[in-house]
């Protein structure tokens, strides 16, 4: 079964140095999404990507952040200048959409997640 | 603001002792309500979406119900492997938003 993967799995920084956490979305997947997880606390979205560029982004996306499809099957999230508070788990996700009956719906499918610890 | 609420935060059974996990939102047109595991450390896991009151989805031990204002998950015959925590997230009718709003969970431990 097709799934999303992510690498690596554990990331530990200092902090000011940039880190780069890198994902493989489903093969047949057009949108693609970064959340992160603070420990304890609830799953949080930070961008969605769409043909090319990003179709939204949140608060916390500020400019430390990017986004990238270097090419057809990886899609990457840039923190430049890490935090303490960066300290968290990213999940990379995909989606395509599935007809509904009131238009379509996106199913979001979750990688395992890049644990970053910024020390 | 779009907000979701789970409940219980946690939820102790024993195997085969059903029971339902809760989840209230507010939020402004609903456009899909979606169920998660998530196991420790690792990724939420699909598992329903529910796109209008009324609807009903199943999936071996699991049911996801929906109405105009919460969703119900209910397990029948828990075994330990069902384990986890369960999330649940929403998407609303924002244009062309997809992203989701999730709530912080029920952490279900099911003891043999």
């Known amino acids: 079964e097709p799934e999303v993967t992510q690498t690596p799995s554990h990331q530990v920084t200092q902090m000011g140095q940039e880190v780069i956490l890198r994902c493989v979305p489903i093969s047949n997947h057009l949108y693609f999404y970064w959340y992160r997880q603070i420990l304890g606390q609830k799953v949080e979205f930070l961008v969605s990507?769409?043909?090319?560029?990003?179709?939204?982004k949140s608060e916390i996306f500020d400019d430390q952040f990017s986004v990238e499809r270097p090419d057809g099957s990886n899609f990457t999230l840039k923190i430049r200048s890490t935090k303490l508070e960066d300290s968290a788990m990213y999940f990379c996700a995909s989606s395509v959409w599935v007809a509904g009956r009131r238009g379509p719906v996106y199913e979001q499918y979750f990688g395992p997640g890049t644990r970053l610890t910024v020390t | 603001e779009d907000q979701v609420t789970q409940s219980p935060e946690a939820l102790r059974l024993q195997e085969g002792e059903s029971s339902s996990l809760n989840c209230s939102y507010t939020?402004?047109?609903?456009?899909?309500l979606f169920w998660y595991r998530q196991d420790p450390g690792k990724g939420p896991e699909f598992l329903f979406t529910?796109?209008?009151a009324g609807e009903e989805k199943e999936k071996e031990r699991l049911k996801a119900t929906l109405t105009k204002k919460e969703s119900f998950l209910h397990i029948t015959a828990p075994k330990p492997e069902d384990s986890a925590t369960y999330l649940c997230?929403?998407?609303?009718?924002?244009?062309?938003?997809?992203?989701?709003?999730f709530g912080t969970g029920t952490l279900l431990a099911v003891q043999p």
């Open positions: 939020v402004s047109g609903l456009r899909g």
């Open positions: 529910l796109y209008s």
């Open positions: 997230a929403v998407r609303h009718n924002g244009g062309a938003t997809n992203k989701l709003i």
């Open positions: 990507f769409y043909n090319n560029e990003i179709s939204e």
